[in-house]
């Protein structure tokens, strides 16, 4: 994927010079703001923006701005009507989805079974990191990038066993999405109860009711922000929280989203194992949670 290029480059012309909004929902608003993050470091004005927020609210594209829409399966409620909107408007449009997704200009994987959409994450920051750099950001060397996703999922480790309580997520700059994302994963597959937040987020507030019973992952790519990261994770566990460290040091920390990724992506999916949830479900394997929330047009 990394090399297939020429559908990203095509975008990226497109899009030169455009004050950007990245939108999402779910896994994909955890990839919009990342998306957002790498273009940035190419000189753009980018920002994301939740799927229902920019339909029902905004702001939204207008005819001298671009979207970048990022959907799974293109099929959503809210990003469906962004991007009609968006259209109308005249601006430019760029959707980013997985293969057979319906307008998809740049395709990321094959549709997963799974509603967790572990490799489809993947394959849309691949897609945005591959756009960030034909758009002139310097994110580093994307080559060492695949290799060093499969050592996280195939190196050995003790299985990672879910708290008593709950299980918090913490990060910083482009990281504290890569948090989000574990906590999501987390609460879909394994039904734990999960949250997350920035550092600094973290520090003002939430911190009061990390305890015993708690645990918290520390989600460490480097940069600016890993002494404080360090920080948080030395006060929580005094306070008695168990405290789970996910490093990266070979990529630099634009590029440790994709080894950080493929981490809290196996913390989830060994959450899962150990409380006996099927990941794939999205709860459904639950008597009668299908029947409660199937009504809710997503």
Same mark, same amino acid.
């Given at each position: 994927?990394?090399?297939?290029?020429?559908?990203?480059?095509?975008?990226?012309?497109?899009?030169?010079?455009?004050? !950007?909004?990245?939108?999402?929902?779910?896994?994909?608003?955890?990839? %919009?703001?990342?998306?957002?993050?790498?273009?940035?470091?190419?000189?753009?004005?980018?920002? %994301?923006?939740?799927?229902?927020?920019?339909?029902?609210?905004?702001?939204?594209?207008?005819?001298?701005?671009?979207?970048?829409?990022?959907?799974?399966?293109?099929?959503?409620?809210? !990003?469906?009507?962004?991007?009609?909107?968006?259209?109308?408007?005249?601006?430019?449009?760029?959707?980013?989805?997985?293969?057979? $997704?319906?307008?998809?200009?740049?395709?990321?994987?094959?549709?997963?079974?799974?509603?967790?959409?572990?490799?489809? #994450?993947?394959?849309?920051?691949?897609?945005?990191?591959?756009?960030?750099?034909?758009?002139?950001?310097?994110?580093?060397?994307?080559? *060492?990038?695949?290799?060093?996703?499969?050592?996280?999922?195939?190196?050995?480790? $003790?299985? +990672?066993?879910? *708290?008593?309580?709950?299980?918090?997520?913490?990060?910083?700059?482009?990281?504290?999405?890569?948090?989000?994302?574990?906590?999501?994963?987390?609460?879909?597959?394994?039904?734990? +109860?999960?949250?997350? #937040?920035?550092?600094?987020?973290?520090?003002?507030?939430?911190?009061?009711?990390?305890?015993?019973?708690?645990?918290?992952?520390?989600?460490?790519?480097?940069?600016?922000?890993?002494?404080?990261?360090?920080?948080?994770?030395?006060?929580?566990?005094?306070?008695?929280?168990?405290?789970? #460290?996910?490093?990266?040091?070979?990529?630099?920390?634009?590029?440790?989203?994709?080894?950080?990724?493929?981490?809290?992506?196996?913390?989830?999916?060994?959450?899962?194992? %150990?409380?006996?949830?099927?990941?794939?479900? +999205?709860?459904?394997?639950? *008597?009668?949670?299908?029947?409660?929330?199937?009504?809710?047009?997503?």
């Amino acid at each position: 994927m990394l090399a297939d290029r020429a559908a990203v480059e095509a975008a990226a012309a497109r899009l030169a010079g455009r004050r !950007t909004l990245l939108v999402g929902t779910g896994t994909s608003w955890h990839a %919009a703001n990342q998306g957002a993050y790498f273009l940035r470091l190419a000189g753009l004005e980018a920002w %994301a923006v939740q799927a229902a927020d920019a339909a029902l609210y905004g702001p939204r594209p207008t005819g001298d701005d671009a979207l970048i829409l990022l959907s799974h399966r293109g099929t959503k409620r809210y !990003t469906s009507q962004v991007l009609e909107q968006a259209r109308a408007a005249g601006a430019v449009t760029v959707v980013i989805g997985g293969i057979g $997704a319906p307008g998809a200009d740049v395709e990321t994987v094959e549709q997963e079974l799974s509603s967790a959409f572990t490799v489809s #994450h993947l394959g849309a920051l691949a897609r945005l990191a591959t756009l960030a750099i034909a758009l002139g950001a310097d994110l580093g060397d994307l080559k *060492p990038v695949p290799e060093t996703v499969a050592h996280v999922l195939e190196a050995p480790a $003790a299985r +990672f066993e879910p *708290p008593d309580r709950g299980l918090g997520f913490v990060g910083a700059g482009v990281n504290q999405w890569t948090a989000a994302e574990g906590a999501l994963k987390t609460c879909e597959t394994s039904r734990v +109860f999960a949250s997350a #937040h920035s550092a600094e987020q973290l520090l003002h507030g939430p911190s009061v009711a990390l305890g015993p019973g708690d645990g918290l992952v520390v989600v460490d790519g480097g940069g600016a922000a890993r002494q404080r990261l360090a920080e948080v994770g030395e006060a929580s566990a005094k306070c008695g929280v168990r405290v789970h #460290h996910l490093r990266e040091e070979t990529l630099g920390e634009t590029l440790s989203v994709f080894p950080l990724t493929a981490g809290v992506q196996r913390i989830a999916l060994e959450s899962a194992l %150990a409380v006996g949830s099927d990941p794939d479900e +999205f709860g459904f394997d639950v *008597p009668g949670r299908q029947e409660a929330w199937d009504p809710i047009e997503l």
